[in-house]
């Protein structure tokens, strides 16, 4: 059986949709935190708690999104509805959820949790349908790599525009109105991402599930998730990708503050701040002749450079400018590679999970995808809120005790240097090699 390479409009496309999706997301991963503490007012024990029940809530609905992504059929395709209301979902949430209303406090709470979770809905509704789309494209492991490399570009070069600009427009937009200054840079950021996410949705040509995995019959989703829970690797790949979302959640949500309370040096904050998406985005573009090599071994070195970076980074203490840039770009180099072989590898295990139990659900495994984030996430930065609670970080002060900046670096570093280490251990029990995937899928197209 011949394998087709993908055709570059498409790869195109799917860079543009995964950059247009992650503009918005992107802002209320960095300044979550700090708007709902320092301008809303709440506490950060609140708002951790708010985003942890938020994440699981939203994290619960994702494997239901996945199984009502794999049975629509609509004459606009299975992915197209999904992409496009979710991107009018973020594009409206993401602006409003850096408004101010005025409520009382119990009322902004409540106004936050509403609109945080729209952003996060949305964003998961155009997230699961696009990483669905992948593995129904082609069959080729080497393509699908570049596919996820493609993809992963556009999301950090829109991350990396958005970090570069998000806090000068905050201050240009702080001259006249201090408190409409942050809904204003989300509408100008969202405004572009949602013309990339709706040209995709323009220019992307679906294939049915049937041309792209031959007959594919419905599965009821009890027995779909049975069969990923009997999937071993599937389960591995989940847990590591769990801790990493724990970690990265803490390292990025906390960079604003630790700039501002920590090194006390807010005016590095759009140098130091595209930094980890820069090195990302050479880690894509790193992806596409690295994918000659095998997948694991690959993954095993993005974690070798992410713990170095941190390690870096944790035993200079941040005392020198050029060793923080560089132990970050590695974190970006290193946490960006992960990232890409990451979503490959996750569609191997649904090619393993179908050899041993005969149940085809890949809607429903790369849904795992989402929801291992956003648990991951929420469990960070809710551990995030609860340990600057006990740092003594006091909400909306203009200085910070010595303990809160203390708490402000081991946050930033500590936690995603301890995972970096034990995700290199945990995939050393990781079998799915290139050559045993290889095996798999020469059994599976000589059963067709």
Same mark, same amino acid.
């Given at each position: 059986?011949?394998?087709?390479?993908?055709?570059?409009?498409?790869?195109? #496309?799917?860079?543009?949709?995964?950059?247009?999706?992650?503009?918005?997301?992107?802002?209320?991963?960095?300044?979550?935190?700090?708007?709902?503490?320092?301008?809303?007012?709440?506490?950060?024990?609140?708002?951790?708690?708010?985003?942890?029940?938020?994440?699981?809530?939203?994290?619960?609905?994702?494997?239901?999104?996945?199984?009502?992504? !794999?049975?629509?059929?609509?004459? +606009?395709?299975?992915?197209?509805?999904?992409?496009?209301?979710?991107?009018?979902?973020?594009?409206?949430?993401?602006?409003?959820?850096?408004?101010?209303?005025?409520?009382?406090?119990?009322?902004?709470?409540?106004?936050?949790?509403?609109?945080?979770?729209?952003?996060?809905?949305? +964003?998961?509704?155009?997230?699961?349908?696009?990483?669905?789309?992948?593995?129904?494209?082609?069959?080729?492991?080497?393509?699908?790599?570049?596919?996820?490399?493609?993809?992963?570009?556009?999301?950090?070069?829109?991350?990396?525009?958005?970090?570069?600009?998000?806090?000068?427009?905050?201050?240009?937009?702080?001259?006249?109105?201090?408190?409409?200054? $942050?809904?204003?840079?989300?509408?100008?950021?969202?405004?572009?991402?949602?013309?990339? @996410?709706?040209?995709? %949705?323009?220019?992307?040509?679906? *294939?049915?599930?049937?041309?792209?995995?031959?007959?594919?019959?419905?599965?009821?989703?009890? /027995?779909?998730?049975?069969?990923?829970?009997?999937? *071993?690797?599937?389960?591995?790949?989940?847990?590591?990708?769990?801790?990493?979302?724990?970690?990265?959640?803490?390292?990025?949500?906390?960079?604003?503050? $630790?700039?501002?309370?920590?090194?006390?040096?807010?005016?590095?904050?759009?140098?130091?701040?595209?930094?980890?998406?820069?090195?990302? +985005?050479?880690?894509?573009?790193?992806?596409?002749?690295?994918?000659?090599? !095998?997948?694991?071994?690959?993954?095993?070195?993005?974690?070798?450079?992410?713990?170095?970076?941190?390690?870096?980074?944790?035993?200079?203490? /941040?005392? +020198?400018?050029?060793?923080?840039?560089?132990?970050?770009?590695?974190?970006?180099?290193?946490?960006?590679?992960?990232?890409?072989?990451?979503?490959?590898?996750?569609?191997? @295990?649904?090619?393993?999970?179908?050899?041993?139990?005969? %149940?085809?659900?890949?809607?429903?495994?790369?849904?795992?995808?989402?929801?291992?984030?956003?648990? #991951?996430?929420?469990?960070?930065?809710?551990?995030?809120?609860?340990?600057?609670?006990?740092?003594?970080? %006091?909400?909306?002060?203009?200085?910070?005790?010595?303990?809160?900046? !203390?708490?402000?670096?081991?946050?930033?570093?500590?936690?995603?240097?301890?995972?970096? %280490?034990?995700?290199?251990?945990?995939?050393?029990?990781?079998?799915? /090699? !290139?050559?045993?995937?290889?095996?798999?899928?020469?059994?599976?197209?000589?059963?067709?």
């Amino acid at each position: 059986m011949k394998e087709q390479k993908v055709p570059i409009i498409q790869k195109l #496309g799917l860079m543009m949709g995964s950059g247009g999706i992650t503009g918005i997301f992107s802002l209320t991963t960095m300044l979550a935190m700090l708007f709902f503490t320092d301008l809303m007012g709440l506490s950060p024990a609140a708002v951790g708690t708010m985003i942890l029940l938020s994440k699981i809530w939203n994290a619960m609905c994702d494997p239901l999104c996945g199984a009502l992504i !794999d049975r629509t059929n609509t004459r +606009f395709g299975k992915v197209k509805p999904w992409l496009f209301f979710g991107g009018i979902g973020i594009f409206l949430f993401g602006v409003l959820i850096f408004v101010v209303p005025g409520f009382s406090s119990t009322g902004k709470l409540v106004w936050s949790y509403i609109t945080y979770n729209g952003v996060c809905m949305s +964003f998961a509704a155009c997230t699961i349908a696009l990483i669905t789309l992948m593995p129904l494209i082609t069959r080729s492991q080497m393509e699908r790599v570049s596919l996820s490399a493609f993809s992963f570009i556009g999301q950090t070069v829109f991350a990396i525009i958005a970090t570069a600009t998000v806090m000068p427009l905050i201050t240009f937009f702080s001259r006249s109105a201090p408190v409409n200054a $942050y809904w204003k840079t989300a509408l100008v950021i969202g405004g572009v991402g949602f013309l990339c @996410t709706m040209f995709f %949705v323009i220019v992307v040509k679906e *294939k049915s599930a049937v041309q792209a995995e031959g007959e594919k019959a419905r599965t009821h989703i009890r /027995d779909s998730l049975k069969a990923i829970l009997r999937n *071993k690797y599937f389960v591995l790949i989940v847990a590591i990708c769990l801790a990493n979302g724990i970690a990265i959640g803490m390292h990025n949500s906390s960079m604003a503050q $630790y700039l501002i309370y920590g090194l006390k040096a807010p005016e590095l904050a759009s140098l130091l701040m595209p930094i980890i998406y820069i090195g990302a +985005f050479a880690a894509g573009m790193l992806a596409k002749p690295l994918a000659r090599f !095998d997948k694991l071994r690959m993954a095993k070195i993005a974690f070798v450079i992410l713990a170095a970076g941190l390690a870096l980074r944790f035993f200079t203490g /941040d005392a +020198f400018l050029p060793a923080v840039i560089a132990g970050e770009l590695a974190v970006g180099i290193g946490s960006g590679l992960f990232n890409v072989y990451v979503i490959a590898m996750l569609m191997d @295990t649904s090619e393993y999970g179908y050899k041993k139990t005969k %149940v085809r659900n890949d809607g429903l495994i790369m849904s795992t995808m989402s929801f291992q984030t956003k648990i #991951g996430q929420g469990l960070g930065i809710a551990l995030m809120g609860f340990w600057l609670e006990l740092g003594g970080y %006091v909400s909306g002060a203009a200085e910070q005790p010595q303990s809160a900046a !203390d708490a402000l670096f081991n946050i930033h570093l500590v936690p995603f240097l301890i995972v970096a %280490v034990l995700s290199f251990i945990l995939l050393h029990f990781y079998k799915l /090699d !290139d050559k045993a995937m290889a095996e798999i899928m020469k059994e599976e197209a000589e059963a067709l």
